[in-house]
């Protein structure tokens, strides 16, 4: 059995799923320390798919996430050469937890490498100091190929999927009433909500780059809605109001045939979340919204915010039927939406970033 193949395969010969890097690392770590019994923990950060941030993945001990790898190996993922601490009490603190301090003796980190371009690095961390010798540096080497390629293939298949979306959506010059500035504006307020809730929701770095992924395609269902509709400069009739909240399931039915298509399923692509985020996105939080009435957190976590978030920009921006609102208006009108529309923690979210909004509007501000 292929290297690749021993510690990316289950005990029971099933394959490793790529939706839960977390778990991955759990058995690609059981794997490996039945070996090395010295290796306490693995982790894994990476340059994200779509801007070059720093993501943090899950590691593959269940009390320590990969925020709280040490400070020694935070900075540099582009270098080519490992790096190895023989002690790391040297970089405790007293915030560390004896859990911490206890596993982290002595640590190694290595790139991820694909096509020759490091994109990030794989840490190994042992209970005693001194144990990297250079033919063991050498083998972790190996495994830190294995995993790179395990992180790279799960990558690759999300960026396809938002890519071919993406793409009909272009060849077929449709959804032309949001602009690509708006698109982009809409992905970055959702990670900003994310990320200033990820340790209440427990999110991993994993899942908010995701949600920033995949937030600009929570409209594509308007592709089968007609345009004169969308940019009606009056108020929409009943029914052609009606005619409008088709978009989500529409959207839903292209993003179902595209996964069939491409053979993908939940448990390897993050699909689950893109489908809520186009279904659910105009639900709300009293139940009135559309298109199932759910309410409160019967509506997705990633819809909730992915909804404050188009809400807000939608405001902030000239509209066929309204002119731009001024911050402060348009953060009043998002605490009247609180509760009844929207979550309030995520109102209350934006709200407290008003400066990183304005940076958000500046850097996107064209096209």
Not at 242 to 256: F, N, P, Y
Not at 295 to 322: C, F, N, S
Request: hydrophobic share 35%; with cysteine.
């Amino acid at each position: 059995m292929s290297m690749l193949a021993a510690i990316s395969t289950n005990t029971d010969g099933t394959p490793v799923t790529r939706k839960d890097l977390g778990k991955q690392l759990k058995t690609i770590y059981e794997r490996i320390s039945r070996h090395y019994p010295f290796l306490s923990c693995i982790g894994i950060a990476a340059k994200g798919i779509k801007d070059q941030e720093l993501v943090l993945y899950p590691t593959s001990c269940d009390d320590i996430n990969g925020k709280q790898l040490p400070k020694a190996f935070e900075q540099g993922t582009g270098g080519n050469t490992h790096v190895l601490v023989e002690d790391l009490t040297a970089f405790s603190t007293r915030n560390d937890s004896q859990t911490q301090q206890s596993l982290f003796q002595s640590g190694l980190r290595l790139p991820l490498i694909a096509n020759d371009v490091a994109f990030g690095y794989t840490f190994f961390a042992a209970t005693e100091k001194g144990c990297f010798t250079p033919d063991i540096i050498e083998q972790m080497n190996v495994y830190a190929r294995v995993i790179a390629r395990i992180v790279t293939e799960g990558r690759r298949s999300s960026e396809n999927l938002r890519t071919a979306v993406a793409s009909v959506l272009q060849l077929n010059n449709i959804n032309k009433s949001e602009s690509p500035a708006h698109l982009r504006r809409v992905a970055h307020y959702s990670r900003l909500i994310a990320r200033n809730c990820a340790q209440t929701h427990q999110l991993s770095d994993s899942w908010i780059e995701h949600l920033f992924m995949f937030a600009p395609l929570h409209d594509i269902g308007k592709a089968f809605i007609p345009e004169r509709l969308l940019t009606k400069p009056g108020r929409l009739t009943d029914e052609e109001f009606e005619q409008v909240k088709t978009h989500t399931l529409k959207g839903r039915d292209i993003i179902d045939h595209m996964i069939s298509c491409f053979g993908y399923s939940d448990d390897l692509h993050y699909t689950g979340m893109l489908r809520n985020i186009i279904t659910h996105h105009h639900e709300a939080m009293d139940g009135g919204g559309y298109p199932y009435g759910l309410r409160g957190e019967e509506i997705p976590l990633e819809a909730r915010i992915v909804a404050a978030a188009d809400v807000l920009d939608a405001l902030l921006t000239k509209r066929a039927y309204k002119e731009a609102w001024s911050m402060d208006k348009t953060m009043e009108t998002l605490q009247q939406l609180a509760d009844s529309r929207l979550d309030p923690e995520f109102v209350d979210i934006l709200s407290q970033n008003r400066e990183e909004v304005l940076q958000i509007r500046i850097r996107c501000a064209k096209g």
